[in-house]
């Protein structure tokens, strides 16, 4: 049997960036074979991302591109804060993104077939799940293309907006701040989705019922309430966060500037975190420890 050195097992992990142990493994598997050893990690890490894909993504990134106007925002999602900072996985969702932009897919199964790196984006990922040890995926992403200009903004890497525009590209990088800090859901009052708006009129109703006044004032106090909710939630209609002696619209107009829409990510948004009670998973792991001593 080959001799397993130091120096054999180093190589092998410089080459795959497997954990030490695993390429030790691998390389007494293989009887010192290279070739043969990097295959048997490329089966154990296929196993491993094949467990890891079932875990819970709450975590991750949202990331830009844009070339002239064509763009597009990205949200990548992983398990845990410390994951969404490593270097493999931030070039990883920076490439995915460029991609996005260049090929258009047409939804996320589409992207992960797009090749990369001589292989596929679902394949890089894939092996990316096994080195890191959590499930990664995209999870949505939207791409901008035509006459308007584009402008991105990220606030760290957990909220990113893209924003159409025509006029003073400031003026722009400002509305897509102010986007990522109040979180507008629609450009204008008109945009705002009939659904918000009969969930926000119900709550009014309920509210304005209890006031125990004529139906005629309820009906005015509804429609006020309404109207209220309506111009909070819409950019144009937005006090601007850098000057509130004016609106978003008022800001630029004053730029001779217009927005044609925008888009914002936020990371996690709607997936339901799994709550783990670190207390009773260490008190589980030692009382599996005794039973198996």
Known sequence: MAAITAALVGEL???TDAPMMECKKALT????????????????????????????TAEGIVVSFIDNTTGALLEVNCETDFVSKNDDFLAFTNECVK???????????????????????????????????????????????????????????????MVE???????AKDVAM????????ALSMADVPEQAIAVERNVAVQKAAESGKPAE??????????????????????????NDKQTVEQMLKAANTTIQGFTMFVVGEGIEKRQDDFAAEVAAQVAAAKATA
């Open 99 to 161: 991609l996005i932009a260049q090929h258009n897919p047409a939804d996320v199964a589409a992207l992960l077939a797009l090749p990369m790196n001589d292989s596929t984006v679902d394949t890089v990922r894939s092996a990316l799940i096994g080195k890191i040890g959590e499930n990664i995926m995209p999870r949505r992403f939207k791409r901008f293309t035509g006459s308007s200009k584009l402008v991105s903004y990220l606030h760290g890497t957990r909220i990113g907006v």
């Open 217 to 242: 004032i309820v009906e005015k106090m509804v429609e006020g309430s309404v109207q209220k909710y309506l111009k909070e939630v819409s950019l144009l209609n937005q006090t601007f966060v850098k």
């Open 178 to 185: 102010h986007i990522a800090a109040m979180k507008p859901i």
């Open 13 to 15: 992990r410089a080459k």
């Open 165 to 171: 525009y025509e006029g003073d590209e400031t003026a």
């Open 29 to 56: 598997e293989a009887d010192g074979d290279m070739a043969k050893a990097e295959e048997i990690l490329r089966v154990k890490l296929g196993r491993k991302a094949g467990k890891a894909a079932s875990r819970v």
